[in-house]
Each structure stands twice: as C-alpha cells, then as structure tokens.
C-alpha cells in the first residue's frame, strides 16, 4: 500500500519568510515517483516537480528547492522568500512506476503582506 | 499550447439528473486520467485510460458512474443519476506515457459539480 502524509494542515507566514512544506512516504515499491503540486486559490493543480527513487540529489528552482531523503522517506519543499503569490494549496504525490498518484492531504499556505 | 480543457467549469443540477462532464486533453498525450476532489476525501483517481482504452477503473464509485473515450481528443465522465454526496471537483488530467514512465501529469481546471 502506498500512502503521503502531509502532516501540516495550514501555514501561514509573513511575505519574505521561509517556508518548508513536509511530506513523507510509505511504499513497498523500490521503483516509485514523487511529486508536488500546487493548487491555487483558481482551482487548478499546477505540476512543480517530479523526482524518481533512484535520484536523491536535491533541486533548486528559483524560489523553490526540495529535499528527497529515502532513508527517512521525506520529500520536503521549501519556498525562500516567499510572495502572495505562493498562497495555495500544496499537494504532495507518490506513484509507483506505472499510473495511480496516490496524493496527501495537502497544506494550505497563506502568505501575509 | 492549450492545456487541458474541461466543460462546464460550473454545473448545479438536481438529485436524479444526468450529468456529462467533458474534457479535451493535451494534443499528443496518449493517456487521460479522470479525478475527484472532496474535503473528506482529497484527491482520488476515478478513471485512467490509455490510448483511448480504459485501464483501470477501480476508483469508479458505482454503477452510476461511466467514462468514455472515443478518441484520443475527448472524454467524457457521466453520472446518472446523480446525488449530492457526487457533489465534488472533477479533475481531468492527461500525459505521455512511454512505456512504465507515466509522466508529468497535466491537469484542467475542474469542473465544479453541485447536486442539490
């Protein structure tokens, strides 16, 4: 069985702070994908990233940067110096190599002005 | 590039109608995955398809469920007949797949379902 758990419901942070997003995974599968989406307050689900199990190396996307960690089975997201404009729900993914995303519950981050 | 196209954004209807909801995925993309989005249930994946066939439909609730695909350019997901627990956003979604490597998946905006 496959399962993510987002254990931070809500955030909230002032305009420039940081943030980082939790995820953690259980999987049998040794071949898996990882995702994050975003969903903002427009309803759609925007596609951030999407790492393989065999690649631990951490990525840097402008503001956003992620953590991929097997030995604790996290994939953690951090937003530096964060705007408005990240307000949005923020989905965390797994997949085994074939098609079913298996989705957390989310976290709702607000960024204050 | 448009993305991926999903009608009516809005639908309101009465307990015991029919409802389609349709979608256009991306040009290219060989395989098209219908989701619902509840507060109590999150995301769950209903229907997938690939080349036009479906896959797995597990996620489907019930018979009163159905999905289409009669080419590779439309989809449809319809409920008949309706209840208020369908009440949900229905996500479509489409991607290349090659081979075991689903792929990016690219979702539309949602069709937002009221069943009153």
């Known amino acids: 069985a496959q399962k993510v758990t987002q254990a931070q419901t809500e955030i909230s942070v002032v305009e420039k702070e940081d943030v980082t997003l939790d995820c953690v995974y259980e999987t049998r599968d040794t071949t898996y994908y990882l995702f994050w989406y975003k969903q903002p307050p427009s309803g759609e689900l925007v596609f951030l990233i999407r790492?393989?199990?065999?690649?631990?190396q951490n990525e840097i996307s402008g503001r956003y940067s992620w953590n991929f960690q097997k030995s604790t089975s996290s994939f953690n997201f951090t937003i530096t110096a964060s705007q408005v404009v990240d307000s949005a729900v923020y989905f965390c993914?797994?997949?085994?190599?074939?098609?079913?995303?298996?989705f957390g519950a989310g976290t709702t981050v607000t960024v204050r002005a | 590039d448009a993305g991926v196209i999903q009608s009516p954004r809005h639908e309101v209807t009465e307990m015991g109608q029919e409802v389609t909801l349709r979608c256009k995925p991306i040009?290219?993309?060989?395989?098209l995955f219908w989701y619902r989005q509840t507060m109590m249930r999150g995301l769950e994946l209903l229907i997938y398809?690939?080349?036009?066939?479906?896959?797995?439909d597990s996620g489907m609730p019930e018979d009163r469920f159905s999905a289409k695909m009669p080419n590779a350019s439309f989809s449809t997901l319809k409920i008949q007949p309706s209840e208020p627990r369908d009440s949900a956003v229905y996500f479509c979604a489409s991607s290349f797949r090659a081979g075991y490597n689903t792929g990016e998946l690219f979702f539309g905006e949602g069709s937002r379902l009221t069943v009153l």
């Open positions: 398809f690939n080349n036009n066939v479906p896959i797995d």
């Open positions: 993914a797994l997949s085994r190599s074939d098609y079913k995303l298996s």
């Open positions: 040009s290219g993309h060989n395989s």
């Open positions: 790492r393989n199990s065999f690649d631990e």
